[in-house]
């Protein structure tokens, strides 16, 4: 796991979890690393100024 996102998980945790297990905060980071590389591929995407949003669907 990256050091920005265990950085992040700790304070989360600490700050509304403070008496999480360790069992229970690794289960919490690994999840965490999960949505991460979910999350890459579409981060990783190419968007400059001149793109568009979707149009919204009105039914």
């Known amino acids: ?3 920005s996102i265990d950085a992040y ?3 989360a945790l ?3 979890f403070p ?3 360790d069992e229970a ?3 919490v980071k690994a999840q ?3 949505i991460a590389q979910l ?3 579409a981060l ?3 968007v400059d100024a001149t793109d568009e949003p979707a149009p919204l669907y009105r039914p």
């Open 39 to 41: 999350a890459a591929p």
């Open 9 to 11: 998980v700790e304070a």
């Open 32 to 34: 965490f690393a999960r």
């Open 44 to 46: 990783a995407y190419p």
């Open 25 to 27: 905060a690794a289960r």
């Open 1 to 3: 796991m990256s050091s």
């Open 14 to 16: 600490a700050l509304h």
């Open 19 to 21: 008496s999480l297990s």
